[in-house]
């Protein structure tokens, strides 16, 4: 078993009582193949909720200060996370993350960038539209439905691959493709 496989195990023990997790959708992502999972972000332990939920096992970006604090710093990698400079465009972790997909991974995103004050969905940053429209995966949307209250119930919603092939046959920019994503989002946070 490796360390991630353990880590999801033990964050579900404590996790899935706490905040009641519900999951809707999980078979909307494909078993096989590269797929890019975009998320609202509402919280700091979105990463470790979509974590837990999705069957299979999930790369994301996480900002590079987390990398320089002592023993969270060796252990991050470890979970398959990699560092991304926030604020700037950061080619390094936009190669790794098309390696992630290439290699046909799971590529966990929160598209807003940073965490929602409000709880509202925010502007989706490009970097959801480049992995989408600079890869073949399946682009699956994710709403977290809040709040993080211990004992209450949090949902997260995997909703229905959107269908790529449009914006990538007209190439459309990665702003344009961010922003459907961005509004599959904001459905699956209407509709439940």
């Known amino acids: 078993m490796n360390l991630y496989t353990f880590a999801k195990g033990l964050t579900s023990l404590v996790f899935n009582?706490?905040?009641r997790v519900k999951v809707v959708g999980a078979e909307n992502i494909p078993t096989s193949g590269s797929v890019l999972i975009c998320s609202n972000h509402i919280n700091n332990f979105d990463p470790i909720i979509v974590g837990i939920s999705a069957p299979r096992p999930i790369h994301?970006?996480?900002?590079?200060e987390?990398?320089?604090?002592?023993?969270?710093?060796?252990?991050?990698p470890k979970l398959n996370a990699f560092p991304v400079k926030r604020g700037m465009s950061d080619r390094e972790a936009?190669?790794?993350?098309?390696k992630v997909l290439k290699d046909d991974n799971v590529l966990g995103l929160f598209p807003e960038?940073?965490?929602?004050?409000?709880?509202?969905?925010?502007?989706?940053?490009?970097?959801?539209?480049?992995?989408?429209t600079r890869s073949e995966a399946a682009v699956v949307p994710c709403a977290i439905i809040g709040p993080y209250k211990l004992f209450g119930q949090l949902k997260v919603v995997f909703g229905e691959p959107i269908d790529m092939n449009r914006l990538r046959e007209q190439k459309a920019s990665a702003e344009e493709t961010t922003e459907v994503i961005m509004n599959s989002i904001k459905e699956l946070l209407e509709k439940y």
């Open 17 to 19: 009582p706490l905040y």
């Open 60 to 64: 994301f970006m996480a900002k590079e």
């Open 66 to 76: 987390l990398f320089r604090v002592p023993l969270l710093g060796q252990l991050v």
């Open 94 to 98: 936009l190669r790794k993350g098309l």
């Open 113 to 132: 960038g940073t965490r929602s004050k409000d709880g509202k969905l925010g502007k989706g940053l490009a970097g959801a539209g480049f992995f989408a």
